[in-house]
């Protein structure tokens, strides 16, 4: 299993500033999630694939006293995130991969993610060690843009040039299922700042026209709500 190539990707990524434009691309649709996560003081929360970390902070600052802890395989991501750390929360961005995470069994009290599961060589043995680190009951809410039901997306993984996994809305929550997880359900949710102006609108290679980026947002991000058995 490598991760060399993905961990070029996104450390190119750090580098070049595209890390950081992410808080913005993704802000509204986490922040829809988080505010439905129900958050507690004092809950650990583990944070995969958390990239310049602006989500775990986001985490961190839900609910008193919470401990979030970001991992990625990219290390200048997690040289980034520790650039933009704040003092005043309790969080914390460690180097690690989602295939073999650094933490004892039952140690989160839940786990969040966006924009990253899909992007692991071995989804099956990164959803086993998620269960496995979360205590009995802990809810994992994963939020994905890279899925069949959205077809806008459908060209990433090639654009990307690395293996993507590639799932439907039902193939993901069969999968999640099938590692474990009870109570699985997934929604779609759209960012609540519409897909733009059609006369401010540039393409690009990820959305070539105007109806891709229409569609891409009308399709939403797939929210999984998984939880670990009681
Ligand atoms: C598209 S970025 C999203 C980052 C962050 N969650 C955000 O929304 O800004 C995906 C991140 O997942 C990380 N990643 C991908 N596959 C991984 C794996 N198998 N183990 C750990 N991190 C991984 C990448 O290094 C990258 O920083």
Redesign the pocket.
């Known amino acids: 299993m490598s991760?060399d190539k993905?961990?070029q990707i996104?450390d190119g990524?750090a580098e070049e500033g595209t890390?950081d434009r992410?808080?913005h691309a993704?802000g509204d649709v986490?922040e829809q999630v988080v505010d439905k996560m129900n958050i507690h003081a004092g809950e650990k929360i583990l944070?995969?694939?958390?990239?310049?970390g602006?989500?775990t902070r986001m985490l961190a600052k839900a609910a008193p006293g919470v401990q979030a802890i970001g991992?990625?395989?990219?290390p200048q991501?997690i040289a980034r995130a520790d650039e933009l750390h704040s003092f005043t929360i309790r969080a914390r961005y460690d180097l690690?991969?989602?295939?073999a995470l650094d933490f004892e069994d039952a140690s989160f009290d839940r786990a969040f993610?966006?924009?990253?599961l899909y992007?692991?060589?071995h989804v099956d043995k990164?959803l086993e060690e998620l269960l496995r680190v979360l205590k009995p009951g802990a809810p994992a809410d994963v939020i994905i843009d890279y899925f069949e039901d959205s077809p806008g997306t459908a060209r990433w993984a090639e654009l990307m040039d690395v293996a993507m996994c590639s799932k439907s809305e039902a193939g993901w929550k069969a999968a999640f299922e099938e590692a474990g997880f009870t109570n699985v359900k997934t929604a779609r949710i759209v960012d609540r700042r519409g897909p733009g102006e059609e006369a401010a609108f540039e393409p690009d290679e990820w959305t070539p026209d105007w109806a891709t980026q229409v569609s891409i947002h009308e399709n939403g991000s797939l929210w999984i709500h998984a939880e670990k058995p009681a």
Request: aromatic letters at 14%; one cysteine or more.
């Open positions: 991760h993905i961990q996104f990524w890390g992410l808080e993704h986490v944070d995969l694939g958390c990239g310049t602006w989500a991992i990625d395989l990219a991501m690690g991969t989602f295939e993610s966006m924009e990253a992007y692991s060589p990164a």
